[in-house]
């Protein structure tokens, strides 16, 4: 190892150690939809793939009780962490999991069960879709509602690579650069994603983070069926979460099913 490689620390998991920074970036406009269907639906709901608890927090807030999944243990971590600054109330709502989204069992049974951020693309496989869909059917109530949001693959570019460089201050002498490079296989419709997280301190590189990841792009029609074979029964689909109608051009397909 050389001079130069002892200067900053080099860390390369999946999901891992680079969790705590997955805040500063890429903020989404999907509070209010869930936090709506969660306050229709029994004020009480279970999320998969929580993550860093972006999304349960605020439902928390609302008066929601949120029971929340997730494989990795840093991002649960970091929800944690986020949960412990919060008022003895909200902390009381939330409960946490380490699990699979795809085979996972619960004595208890929810209103309303959502998946937020295109968690459902992380499931690569028609199989994990399904098993995952069944997981949920088992713990809705009779009249439960899930609710989730997808990408919709661009049809004008069936080879899309692309790669973005975004900034985050984290304090007055901290800042996090974030480099993203993704490409998606047309023949699977898989998306492979390169996180590279570059942390420094008064202008200095101090650590740095590499993430991979996989996502699935499904079609409408691929969806639905896979809905349907699960025993649920879609209700609607969005363009946006502000519930705008959605077609074929809309960026993202928002699926609500009972």
Not at 49 to 70: C, F, H, N
Not at 120 to 138: A, G
Not at 169 to 182: A, F, Q
Request: proline share 2%; charged share 30%.
């Amino acid at each position: 190892m050389s001079a130069s490689d002892k200067e900053y620390l080099v860390i390369c998991v999946n999901y891992g150690p680079a969790s705590k920074y997955y805040d500063f970036f890429g903020q989404k406009q999907d509070i209010d939809f869930y936090k709506c269907l969660a306050l229709e639906h029994g004020n009480k709901a279970l999320e998969l793939g929580v993550g860093t608890g972006r999304v349960a927090i605020e439902l928390a807030k609302s008066g929601v009780t949120v029971w929340g999944i997730d494989n990795s243990k840093y991002m649960i971590a970091v929800a944690r962490r986020k949960i412990q600054k919060e008022s003895p109330t909200v902390q009381k709502r939330i409960r946490l999991i380490l699990g699979d989204m795809r085979d996972f069992r619960l004595k208890q049974k929810f209103p309303f069960t959502y998946l937020a951020s295109s968690t459902f693309e992380h499931l690569l496989t028609t199989e994990d879709q399904t098993r995952c869909l069944r997981s949920i059917y088992d713990v809705l109530e009779a009249k439960g509602t899930l609710a989730f949001d997808v990408s919709q693959a661009n049809v004008k570019k069936p080879t899309s690579s692309s790669w973005s460089i975004d900034r985050a201050t984290i304090s007055s002498d901290k800042e996090v650069v974030r480099t993203v490079l993704s490409r998606r296989n047309p023949e699977t419709n898989v998306v492979s994603r390169n996180l590279f997280f570059d942390v420094y301190s008064r202008g200095k590189l101090r650590e740095r983070y590499y993430d991979y990841g996989e996502a699935r792009l499904s079609t409408r029609e691929e969806i639905e069926k896979i809905l349907q074979g699960a025993g649920l029964k879609q209700i609607s689909i969005f363009g946006g979460f502000n519930k705008s109608t959605y077609d074929k051009n809309s960026q993202r397909m928002i699926f609500v099913a009972t």
